[in-house]
């Protein structure tokens, strides 16, 4: 079985600032991916980046971009420029890299960002 | 593309009666879907993977007799909460998977239930 851990219960910027959001994992496991979802008010689940563990070239995406370091098992998130519009929870999430079929995602416990203006 | 939804969004029930949640992929099929919980201000938690025309898997601690998953086409996933009690009241979110696009999930918009 797998484990994510995201050690920041709640995180505060100021709007224009950049925020990192730590994760790490533990696996046993050699194909997987690794995904940062937000969690707005509306609760409707957002992908925000995905990493596949066999990539060393780290994932961005406009203003998030990662920095995953496989060895460590570690997947932070780094986001420039924050905005008020990215206030929410941010899960860290992992899924075994199944053939052609998909396991589910465990989830951490997730980071509360709020963006101050 | 890519939208999974869900009904209803809100349900609330009395204790000892069933709710039937539904999750449909509208714009593609779903080989795959899966079933998550989410307790207020947590994270979710994977309760079952739902296949196409066989029965689900439930995840460890998951009473299956009380969570009945039925995935009898390729856009629709129903999750029945049979005897509903006050401890079953959370949110309910499904996802839905393409087959052979690894590493795409589409989540539903959830379902809050709660049981008086």
């Known amino acids: 079985a797998q484990t994510v851990t995201q050690s920041q219960p709640e995180m505060s910027v100021q709007e224009a600032e950049t925020v990192t959001l730590s994760c790490t994992y533990d696996?046993?496991?050699?194909?997987?991916?690794l995904f940062w979802y937000k969690q707005p008010p509306s609760r409707q689940m957002i992908l925000v980046i995905r990493q596949e563990a066999y990539k060393q070239q780290n994932a961005t995406e406009n203003r998030f971009s990662v920095n995953f370091q496989k060895a460590a098992k570690s997947f932070s998130l780094k986001i420039s420029d924050s905005q008020l519009g990215d206030t929410a929870m941010y899960f860290c999430?992992?899924?075994?890299?199944?053939?052609?079929?998909?396991?589910?995602?465990?989830f951490g416990k997730g980071t509360h960002l709020i963006i101050q203006p | 593309g890519a939208v999974v939804s869900q009904h209803p969004s809100r349900v609330i029930c009395k204790s000892g009666t069933s709710v039937k949640i539904e999750c449909r992929s509208l714009?593609?099929?779903?080989?795959?879907m899966f079933w998550y919980r989410q307790f207020p201000k947590k994270s979710l938690m994977l309760m079952a993977t739902s296949n196409e025309g066989s029965k689900a898997t439930y995840e460890q601690g998951v009473e299956k007799d009380k969570f009945l998953i039925n995935h009898a086409s390729l856009t629709l996933s129903t999750l029945t909460v049979t005897s509903a009690h006050p401890e079953d009241s959370s949110f309910y979110i499904c996802?839905?998977?393409?087959?052979?696009?690894?590493?795409?999930?589409?989540f539903g918009p959830g379902t809050r239930l709660t049981v008086l």
């Open positions: 999430a992992f899924m075994k890299r199944s053939g052609g079929g998909a396991d589910g995602l465990t």
């Open positions: 714009d593609f099929q779903a080989t795959t």
């Open positions: 696996t046993s496991e050699s194909n997987y991916y």
């Open positions: 996802s839905a998977f393409i087959a052979h696009q690894p590493g795409e999930q589409f």
